[in-house]
């Protein structure tokens, strides 16, 4: 992800969605980070859980690996946004004795966000690293087996609709229909969870072994909002929402 130098930032307004700005971490609460100037920042290329979340010990993990790691620190905040919800939504750079690192790492190697890739195609694989770092530790929200749900328990799956989620499983079934790949985790495809992907996106994948004629009964992890299509869907935005964990010889 790439930000402003820190030479380059400005003292603005904390409402300057425009403009890089400097703010403190004051708490992290239901999704957001809370800051000094009163912004409530969504940082790009991870989720935070929020409180609506069916396990409540994994947004309470989360939060107090976010406050232990972040309370306090200066956040050089980068250009952003601002969503429906009046939340910014932005990259920055956190400040550490060990100098300035990205927001969206810190979070994740202290375990307290979900890695988002699709946010950010170009920097999946930073992502991902920093969240296998954190889940390798069993740190934050890693502490709990529920952070990574089993596509096999489709009424888990099902109790996270409208919520991101990291689910694995192992792929029975792939096909393509009206220019979606399909992922099926079950034999039941109306009843079973699913992942869908747009075909294009998948033709595109560069990694070797992710064609759909050889992902069935590969061990994949996959991430995104779960949807109720007949059974709990998640569809991926882009191919960087799958990753394969174990690929079938």
Same mark, same amino acid.
């Given at each position: ?26 708490? /992290? ?12 920042? /969504? ?20 939060? &107090?690996?976010? $406050? ?59 992502? $991902? ?15 709990? &087996? ?10 888990? %799956? ?12 192992? %792929? ?20 079973? %969870? ?9 033709? $595109?994948?560069? $990694? ?39 690929? %079938?010889?």
């Amino acid at each position: 992800m790439t930000l402003p130098a820190l030479d380059e930032a400005v003292t603005a307004p904390a409402d300057g969605v425009g403009q890089a700005t400097w703010q403190q971490v004051m708490g /992290v609460r239901d999704g957001a980070l809370l800051l000094s100037g009163g912004v409530r920042l /969504v940082p790009k290329g991870v989720v935070l859980p929020t409180r609506l979340n069916p396990e409540a010990e994994i947004p309470a993990l989360a939060e &107090a690996a976010g $406050r232990a790691a972040l309370v306090g620190r200066t956040l050089q905040l980068a250009p952003g946004e601002q969503d429906r919800h009046g939340r910014r939504i932005a990259d920055a750079l956190v400040l550490t004795p060990q100098g300035a690192v990205p927001l969206a790492r810190a979070l994740l190697v202290a375990g307290a966000a979900y890695a988002d890739p699709a946010a950010v195609p170009a920097c999946a694989e930073d992502l $991902r690293a920093a969240e296998h770092e954190a889940r390798a530790a069993r740190a934050g929200l890693w502490a709990s &087996a529920a952070a990574r749900l089993d596509a096999a328990n489709i009424a888990a %799956v099902a109790d996270h609709v409208g919520l991101f989620t990291l689910v694995a499983g192992r %792929v029975r079934a792939a096909n393509e229909t009206r220019g979606l790949l399909y992922l099926n985790f079950g034999p039941r495809w109306r009843e079973d %969870v699913t992942a869908t992907l747009p075909a294009s996106r998948a033709a $595109r994948m560069s $990694r070797p072994g992710l064609a759909p004629a050889i992902l069935p009964g590969t061990f994949v992890d996959v991430r995104g909002v779960v949807n109720q299509e007949g059974g709990p869907m998640l569809a991926l935005r882009t191919a960087a929402a799958l990753e394969i964990e174990e690929q %079938v010889r």
